[in-house]
C-alpha cells in the first residue's frame, strides 16, 4: 500500500483509494467517495457500505464503527444486518475498514503513510487514529459499494490471522491507551485464546499465544510464518 501511496503522491493524485484484491466494487463506488470528501476539505478519509460477496445484501460494515481501547478490538455498525436501506445516511466514523477507504493526499502529506510496523492489521485503524488526532474527519459514504470476499490473503479464522490480531491490536492499544493495556490483554485471554483452547485448536492457539508473548518481546513487522 505504501509503494503505492507514494507513486500515486509523486504523480500529483488528490487522492489515493485503498481498495482490497479480494472486493468487488459499485461502478459509482470511487465517484461517490470523491464527492462526499469534496464536499468538506476537513474529511481526510472516506469508507463505502462494504456488503458480503456471497450474501450481497448484508452488511459487513457500514464504512467501519470505532476502535475499544478497553478491549483492544473494533465494532463496526451495521454488520450482518440485512440491507434495508436503514444505514444510508452519511456517518461521522472512529475508524473506517480499510477493504475500501479513500484518503485525502494532502493528509498523507502531513501525518505521513501507513505505520509498516503493525504490516498487518490494525495499521489502518492505527492511521486513522493518527489522522483524527490532527483534526481530521472520517466519514462513511453510503452511496459507494463495495462487496468484500473477505480475509482471502490471510485465511478467515487462520493461525495468521489470530497471531496479527492479537499482537497489533495490543500494540495499538499500548501506542495510544497505556493505561488501558492491562484490560486490553484480559479481554484478549477471553476472546482469542480461551476459545481455542476449549476447541482444541492447538495451531491457532499457539500463534495466538505467540502474538502475545512478541508483543511483550517489542516485535513488529512481518514474521515468517509456515501453514
Same mark, same amino acid.
Given at each position: 500500500?505504501?509503494?503505492? =501511496? ?7 493524485? *488528490? ?12 461502478? *459509482? ?24 460477496? *456471497?450474501? @450481497?445484501?448484508? =452488511?459487513? %460494515? ?20 440485512? *440491507? ?23 493528509? =498523507? ?8 510496523? /503493525? ?11 493518527? %489522522?483524527?488526532?490532527?483534526?481530521? %474527519?472520517?466519514?462513511?459514504? @453510503? ?12 485465511? /478467515?479464522?487462520? @493461525? ?34 480461551? @476459545? ?32
Amino acid at each position: 500500500n505504501n509503494v503505492g =501511496i507514494r507513486y500515486a503522491l509523486a504523480r500529483g493524485a *488528490d487522492y489515493v483509494w485503498l481498495l482490497n484484491n479480494d472486493t468487488v466494487v459499485d461502478k *459509482d463506488a470511487l465517484t461517490e467517495m470523491v464527492r462526499l470528501a469534496e464536499s468538506d476539505e476537513k474529511i481526510g478519509m472516506v469508507g463505502s457500505k462494504l456488503l458480503y460477496y *456471497d450474501r @450481497p445484501n448484508i =452488511i459487513q %460494515a457500514a464504512g467501519g464503527g470505532w476502535f475499544s481501547f478497553w478491549r483492544g478490538i473494533s465494532y463496526h455498525y451495521g454488520q450482518l444486518d440485512e *440491507d434495508h436501506g436503514q444505514w444510508n445516511k452519511v456517518l461521522e466514523l472512529g475508524c473506517i475498514m480499510g477493504a475500501s477507504l479513500l484518503v485525502r493526499s494532502k493528509l =498523507i502529506c502531513l501525518i505521513g503513510a501507513i505505520d509498516e510496523t /503493525f504490516f498487518l492489521y490494525r495499521e489502518e485503524t492505527e492511521w486513522q487514529i493518527r %489522522a483524527k488526532k490532527n483534526g481530521w %474527519a472520517m466519514r462513511y459514504c @453510503p452511496k459507494s459499494r463495495v462487496w468484500h470476499k473477505e480475509s482471502r490473503t490471510a485465511g /478467515f479464522k487462520s @493461525p495468521l490471522q489470530d497471531y496479527y490480531g492479537v499482537r497489533n491490536s495490543l500494540l495499538l492499544v499500548k501506542k495510544y491507551a497505556p493505561h488501558l493495556i492491562l484490560f486490553a490483554c484480559c479481554y484478549h485471554l477471553y476472546r482469542s485464546i480461551l @476459545p481455542k483452547l476449549i476447541r482444541l485448536q492447538f495451531k491457532r492457539l499457539l500463534f495466538a499465544i505467540r502474538g502475545y508473548i512478541d508483543f511483550a518481546r517489542g516485535k513488529t513487522g512481518e514474521i515468517s510464518w509456515k501453514k
